[in-house]
Each structure stands twice: as C-alpha cells, then as structure tokens.
C-alpha cells in the first residue's frame, strides 16, 4: 500500500512540476521596445500608430506599420499575415513577436478598434 502511495505522489508532484513550466512558458510579457531589444523569447509590446506610412504586400500577407510604444519610441512592425481589420482605426495595438535587426517581427497582432458607442450621447 506505501508503495502505490508513493508512486501517486511522485506522479502528482511531476504533474504539478510539468505544469508550472509548461505554464511559464506560455506567458508573454509586456515590454517596451528597449526591453524587447534584449529579449531571448516572444514578448508582447503594446502601443498605438505611429506616424510612418502602412505598407501592405500585393498578395496581401504581409503588412508593415510604425508602432509607438508606451515610452514613446517607434519602431516599424512586419506582420506575415491577412492584414487585421480596423488597422488604421485602432485605438490600442499589441504585437506579439521578437525584435530583429531594428524591427519588430509579429507573429500575433491584437487590434483595439474604437467603440461603436463612442461620441454616442445617452438619450
């Protein structure tokens, strides 16, 4: 009986380790684009458009825009993918991806759109 006692707590206690790190892995920071400069893995950096000009490919799977982080800096942001809808309406962006060679590659992009009640007065 000890035995199998045994054995289910090693099994609990692996699940309990393997979790926490499959859980840590999982989870993106939020960083500036000076701290995703040094960043080793994928990091979130959340912004909103900057003034450089939208460039999206001809065969419409890639778009490139400037995104201004909370600090302040700009940095042009490649997305390989459908471009998302309300890009250029956005209130808030969050680009998910790694910083290389002076721009933010994205492999997720989360746009903010405005409310459709915005400027709406309650009547």
């Known amino acids: 009986m000890k035995k199998y006692r045994l054995i289910s707590l090693a099994m609990i206690i692996g699940f309990v380790a393997y979790s926490m790190f499959a859980f840590q892995s999982a989870v993106t920071p939020y ?7 040094s960043a080793k893995s994928a990091v979130q950096v959340k912004g909103t458009m900057g003034a450089g000009k939208k460039i999206q490919a001809e065969d419409g799977k890639s778009t490139q825009f400037v995104l201004r982080d909370d600090i302040g800096e700009e940095v042009t942001v490649v997305y390989r993918g459908v471009k998302p809808e309300g890009l250029e309406q956005a ?11 002076g721009q933010f590659l994205a492999d997720k992009l989360l746009v ?11 009547q």
């Open 91 to 101: 209130t808030g962006i969050v680009a998910i991806g790694k910083y290389v060679n």
């Open 112 to 122: 903010k759109c405005p409310s459709k009640y915005q400027g709406r007065v309650n």
């Open 31 to 37: 960083v500036t684009f000076a701290q995703a400069k």
